[in-house]
Every structure is written in structure tokens, then in C-alpha cells.
């Protein structure tokens, strides 16, 4: 059993564009549950999905907005906001589909892309297997959906496959539940002028097998398996 905590990586010591959800008791709490490896499956769907929410919440927050007046049933005028332009979400497949219900509940109808990477076995680099994408995706801001941010391999291969289409950095928001802070310095220093990171928790680091420590285990087999 290891005891290893979370990552040393003080706020100020963090990527300009990586921001975490605030850390708040209620949240360790929750990650708590979704850490246990007693959890059932039901409750890690449960939690997991409360976390999600919070951070597609947070991803929003990092979108531009307009200036927009508009006549309230009272008969005032009122000087708000509105969203600038249009989203789509792009989920890392599998586990990143887990946060496509997330994303929906918050934003109806929104046009969600997806992206299959998988390891090249002659090369051990990341492969693209499958992408598809909203025909106007360049148009768009990009949340991008990967629970989980371990060497950062499939999460850069991924943004790559967006510019390729068309999508400039500055409008790809990756969100992710744990971050370990290698991958999170391999993306960030590999993509400087992206929008943001959101991140819920940043761990203490990788094990040998890549896994996030002390991280979750396999995300899609928690979430997909019994
Ligand atoms: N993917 C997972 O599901 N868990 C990890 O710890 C790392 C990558």
C-alpha cells in the first residue's frame, strides 16, 4: 500500500492556463469515494458524475462573453451577458465518454465530437484509430473530455488532431478529474497558448505502469465494469 498523497505543485507553481476546482472538503470527499477501491460501481458513477458536473461548470466559466441588454418581466432593462460563440465537446474514447452526459446536462443539444487513440504497438507512441467531429468544429470552442491526465500522451495527440481541423489552441478547454504533474507540464509546455486546463485534482505522480498514484485505477473499468 502506498501512502503518497497528492502532487507538491503549490498553486503559484502551476502552468499559467491550469486551473483546479476550488479544493474544498465537500470535493475530497468526493474524490474520497471515488478513490476507495471498496466503492461499488453505482456510487462511483454517482460521485464521478458530481465531479464532472463541477468541472464542466468550471470549464464554461472560462468562456468569452458579450454584452447583452435585454427587458425583464417587470418592465426593466437589464445590461447582462451572453455567451460569445458556439461549443462542441470532444471526448477521448472510452473513458472520455463518461463526461459527455456531464457536459449535456448542462449544455442542450450540444454537438459532441469523439477521438479513439490507442498505443501503436511497433511504435508505443499514441495512434489516431477514430475521429469524428461537427462539420463547423473549427468554428467552435472545444471542451475536450479525458478523466484522466497521466503522461498526457492521448491528451496531446488529441489537441494535435483538433488543429488539424482547424481549431486554434486558444479555443480548446481540456477538462480532466486528476491530473498527475508530469502530463500536466508535458501538455502545458507543449501547448502554450491553450485556452485553459481544468483539472479537479492534481496527484502526486505516475507508478511504473502509468497509472495515476494515489489516483483512482482504471477509470473506464470502474465506470464500465463491475
Ligand atoms: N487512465 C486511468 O484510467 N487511470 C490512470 O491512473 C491513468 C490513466
Known sequence: ????????????????????????????ALYTIIRDKTTSRGDFLFYSDRIIRLLVEEGLNHLPV?????????GSVYEGVGFEGKICGVSILRAGEAMEAGLREVCRSV?????????????????LFYC????????RYVLLLDPMLATGGSAIKAVEILKEQGVPEERIIFINLIAAPEGLRRFCSKFPALR?????????GLNEKAFIIPGLGDFGERRYCE
Request: aromatic residues 4%; negative net charge; proline residues 11%.
Open 196 to 204: 485553459v486546463v481544468i483539472t479537479g485534482w492534481i496527484d502526486k
Open 1 to 28: 500500500m502506498t501512502t503518497a498523497q497528492t502532487s507538491q505543485l503549490t498553486p503559484a507553481a502551476l502552468p499559467p492556463s491550469v486551473f483546479t476546482l476550488p479544493q474544498t472538503a465537500q470535493l475530497e
Open 111 to 127: 454537438r459532441i465530437g469523439k477521438i479513439l487513440i490507442q498505443r501503436d504497438e511497433e511504435t508505443a507512441q499514441p495512434k
Open 66 to 74: 458579450v454584452p447583452k441588454t435585454i427587458e425583464t418581466p417587470t
Open 132 to 139: 469524428k467531429f461537427p462539420e463547423d468544429i473549427a468554428q
